[in-house]
């Protein structure tokens, strides 16, 4: 069973800075996409960035130059550092993994492709 926990939301006012966490367990994938995703009100979700085996990492045009995704010295983690937070990035957000998806980490992967989610932590931007 994968299980998936992120954390490090929070509320902040527009300009400032988070860092999201996630670690992964339970998957048995020797072959690893992670992502990020978020869910606004009333909206769908969507990808903010994935990153794959090798360290390539795409991201959605309204967070590039302003989020990094990274993975941690521990294969199960995953970070989103995000600057620049302006009241659009307002959402919930969520980590997921997968075993080998060819458009990781090269082009926007859709939430779709992958199947596990958490509890999400929630991002609140100010103005």
């Known amino acids: 069973q994968v299980q998936l926990a992120e954390s490090g939301g929070g509320s902040v006012q527009a300009g400032g800075s988070l860092r999201l966490s996630c670690a992964a367990s339970g998957y048995t994938y020797t072959t690893l996409c992670m992502g990020w995703f978020r869910q606004g009100p009333e909206k769908e979700r969507e990808s903010v960035a994935t990153?794959?085996?090798?360290?390539?990492?795409n991201y959605v045009d309204s967070v590039k130059g302003r989020f990094t995704i990274s993975k941690g010295t521990a294969k199960n983690t995953l970070y989103l550092q995000m600057d620049s937070l302006t009241p659009e990035d307002s959402a919930m957000y969520y980590c997921?993994?997968?075993?080998?998806?060819?458009?990781?980490?090269?082009?926007?992967?859709?939430?779709?492709?992958?199947?596990?989610w958490g509890q999400g932590t929630q991002v609140t931007v100010s103005s």
């Open positions: 990153i794959a085996e090798d360290g390539s990492a």
């Open positions: 997921s993994v997968n075993s080998y998806v060819f458009e990781c980490g090269r082009e926007v992967v859709s939430p779709s492709r992958f199947g596990y």
